[in-house]
């Protein structure tokens, strides 16, 4: 079987994730605040923010049907289905740094049995992001 070179590289990196959201304001501002990070692009149903190489789409939960039908979009109180991770240098400054910016900690800093030390939060669409040294 001869392969293209799009069947070779695919899949490659993730290029962005959508995170729906119900209040799309209150989670641009955490994400402004507590990542320092600027809009890359907005519309009235979406921010975009990019981290590296990744795009973050911020998407009001309710432009997110037509996104993806025939699937249903689930509240945040459905439950967390992902966690982002964030590699950082030291997670205890980085704790004490998030605290300052007005985050509450979900648990961490700790150190897991698989050899990091770690610490989680939620951001206002329910969505978990993790540091991780």
Known sequence: MTHTTSETTWPGSIGALTLFVEDLE??????????????????????????GNTLINLLRSAAAHELIA????????AGSRLQL??????VDAMCKELTARGV??????????????????????????EIAQ
């Open 26 to 51: 209150a989670t641009k501002r955490f994400y402004q605040d507590v990542f320092r990070l600027p809009v890359t692009f907005e519309d009235g149903n979406s921010a975009v923010f990019t981290f």
């Open 85 to 90: 991770t964030l590699p950082v240098d030291d």
């Open 70 to 77: 025939p699937a249903h979009v689930a509240g945040s109180e």
């Open 104 to 129: 509450s900690l979900l648990n961490g800093p700790m150190d897991r049995p698989w050899g990091i030390r770690t610490a989680s939060f939620r951001d206002p669409g329910g969505h978990i992001w």
